[in-house]
């Protein structure tokens, strides 16, 4: 059971290249939302999708954008990615929004030089 | 003051001792908790919910608090492998986004 996949695992970027990270679930989950997680900061919120064809901004969407391609796949894409985009990005999803458990991926670790 | 709060630690103990950890949150009208781990340069993952009247399992209890607004996480006879972050997860009923995570206490077990 692969549960949520990312690609890629890896990934060093130039200022102002663009990217698209990949998140895809496997557990039928409606809910699927990208974080990014800082030293000192926790995880937070990108952008999320309650449920297939709808996506809504989170704590901090400035830079990004998301696509809900279908209800197994949330993709994040960074359009000019600039150095304080350097994090470790996570997808999740979850049954239902907000009161349910969430399920990680394995996350993405990405270095804007 | 932050949303969700936590000791970030480092807490160091011992094998085999008890230790716990609490987190605070602001927002009244919370309605789910979690605790969550974290290994490091790893995902979290569910470590259990914490319904309103407390849960144990195996080792870890969760209970919380409303009055005080506070959860907390009891771990019992501690073992190397609990080695890891503890992220404190609350909902956030109102707002545009839904889960609002801690920054994680940080646990060590010491052989």
């Known amino acids: 059971n692969a549960g949520v996949t990312q690609t890629p695992k890896f990934q060093v970027l130039k200022t102002g290249q663009s990217m698209t990270l990949q998140c895809a679930q496997d557990?039928?989950?409606?809910?699927m939302y990208w974080y990014r997680q800082d030293p000192g900061m926790g995880l937070r919120l990108i952008y999320y999708s309650a449920s297939e064809g709808t996506t809504d901004k989170g704590e901090v969407p400035n830079g990004y954008n998301v696509s809900r391609l279908n209800k197994r796949e949330f993709s994040l894409r960074l359009e000019s990615a600039a150095p304080s985009q350097t994090s470790v990005y996570f997808c999740a999803s979850s049954t239902l929004q907000g009161t349910d458990t969430q399920y990680f991926g394995p996350g993405t670790r990405l270095t804007v030089l | 003051r932050k949303e969700v709060e936590q000791d970030p630690g480092p807490f160091n103990v011992p094998e085999g001792a008890t230790v716990a950890f609490n987190c605070t949150y602001s927002n009244s009208a919370s309605q789910s908790f979690f605790w969550y781990r974290q290994d490091c340069r790893k995902e979290p993952k569910l470590l259990m919910s914490?319904?309103?009247s407390g849960n144990e399992d195996g080792r870890f209890t969760a209970q919380l608090n409303r009055a005080s607004q506070y959860i907390s996480l009891l771990i019992r006879d501690s073992k190397l492998s609990d080695s890891a972050t503890y992220l404190c997860?609350?909902?956030?009923?109102?707002?545009?986004?839904?889960?609002?995570f801690g920054t994680g206490t940080r646990l060590k077990v010491l052989a």
């Open positions: 557990m039928n989950h409606n809910s």
């Open positions: 914490v319904y309103s």
């Open positions: 997860v609350v909902n956030k009923p109102s707002g545009t986004y839904k889960y609002i």
